[in-house]
């Protein structure tokens, strides 16, 4: 069974946008996974398709209703869909690539994508959905988000990438940066290929590729370096 992924949103034109290209693209074509756009004010019931109100308690800007939100989210996911409900929120749990592998593993995801100020908590919580943030900052929408979360995701579905060796030493797979790479010509603007990549020794290229990883990651991430050393 193909992965499924349903994105609720008040942009669907977006998509399938640059998932729809390259290795992501292909992998849509091969059947591998599959996705949907659904338009959120489709489930308006005014005239104006209005589905956003000004927030209780005042404030600036405009939040996405409950009503409307959950009668799409009943619309894609029915009672009996197993897929995770994903709200992209910069309030949410930092996306990690443990998150996006549990993701792959599953039968796909419903993902709903924020604009204006927010959503209404009532319907996070009567929905069950789980919000999500790809890094500490602020988007217009989730739409983009919602595009970052899926090709982490899609890249490590069987089929999509290739040879599963194609990503088991990339970057977080095992709680490290990836190593340096470096390819022909030898000589680049005098600056050389390390020796030790084009001595044909496999066992001091690993060891080699390991110490690269490790001083990496303790220089530019010393919060991954931390949790990589107090492993059990």
């Not at 996405?64 to 939100?69: E, G, T």
């Not at 490590?156 to 709680?175: K, M, Q, T, Y």
């Not at 000589?187 to 084009?198: A, H």
């Not at 690993?206 to 990651?217: F, G, I, K, P």
Request: charged content about 25%.
């Amino acid at each position: 069974m193909s992965f499924r992924a349903s994105v609720i949103t008040l942009f669907p034109d977006l998509f399938p946008g640059p998932l729809g290209a390259s290795v992501i693209g292909r992998g849509m074509e091969k059947g591998a996974w599959s996705l949907e756009a659904h338009f959120l004010r489709d489930y308006a019931s005014d005239k104006h398709r209005t589905v956003d109100d000004t927030p209780s308690g005042g404030g600036a800007g405009m939040v996405l209703r409950p009503d409307i939100l959950a009668a799409a989210l009943d619309d894609v996911a029915p009672a009996d869909d197993r897929r995770p409900k994903i709200l992209m929120s910069p309030r949410g749990k930092p996306l990690t690539q443990a998150r996006v592998r549990a993701l792959a593993e599953g039968p796909g995801a419903v993902i709903v994508c924020g604009r204006f100020e927010g959503i209404d908590q009532r319907v996070i919580e009567a929905r069950n959905l789980e919000e999500v943030s790809i890094g500490d900052y602020v988007l217009a929408g989730g739409e983009v988000a919602a595009m970052v979360l899926l090709e982490a995701v899609v890249r490590l579905l069987p089929g999509v990438l290739g040879a599963a060796e194609s990503h088991a030493d990339e970057s977080f797979e095992n709680g490290l940066l990836e190593y340096p790479q470096y390819t022909r010509p030898q000589i680049f603007e005098g600056r050389e290929i390390p020796e030790i990549l084009t001595s044909g020794d496999h066992g001091r290229i690993e060891r080699w590729r390991r110490e690269q990883s490790e001083a990496l990651t303790r220089q530019t991430r010393p919060d991954l370096w931390a949790r990589y050393t107090q492993k059990p």
